[in-house]
């Protein structure tokens, strides 16, 4: 899967915690097969 998103005055330090976005899915189930996970915007 391929998501695109423009983050243009959201980009963070990597090292900060505080940074990190979440996406997931609305059903529960698919949280074990990747479809919650967290990333980090960066330049």
């Known amino acids: 899967m391929r998501v695109i ?4 005055d959201y ?13 997931h899915c609305h059903i529960l189930e698919h949280e074990d097969h990747a479809m919650m996970t ?6």
Not at 11 to 23: L, S
């Open 5 to 8: 998103g423009r983050f243009d």
């Open 11 to 23: 980009v963070g330090d990597p090292n900060e915690i505080t940074t990190a976005y979440m996406m």
């Open 38 to 43: 967290q990333f980090i915007v960066v330049e």
